[in-house]
């Protein structure tokens, strides 16, 4: 809930909640229940990643666009969680 109140406009009521409605959408994911990231992707990478598609799909995104958006993605080791949902937001509104 901390990675995603430091997203603006999303307070820590609002993230609590998101992680209630969504925790076991987001098991039946994959079958070992975790969101299988990129092939190349660190694992602070695959963190952002998951936490940004948690955001997109709470935002009412389809899983497949958000992941198609977030795999398209070049993130370095050290982008935010901020900077990747933002990134992926713009690609998905063009």
Do not use: W
Request: aromatic share 2%; proline share 5%; no cysteine.
């Amino acid at each position: 809930s901390k990675r995603l109140s430091s997203i603006p406009g999303i307070g820590k009521k609002t993230a609590d909640r998101m992680i209630l409605e969504l925790q076991e959408k987001v098991k039946k994911l994959t079958p070992e229940g975790t969101l299988a990231p990129p092939h190349r992707a660190t694992a602070s990478q695959a963190n952002v990643i998951d936490d940004s598609l948690s955001a997109l799909l709470n935002l009412g995104y389809k899983e497949g666009q958000a992941r198609k958006a977030l795999e398209s993605l070049d993130l370095a080791a050290n982008t935010p969680v901020q900077e990747a949902l933002k990134q992926a937001l713009k690609i998905l509104m063009k």
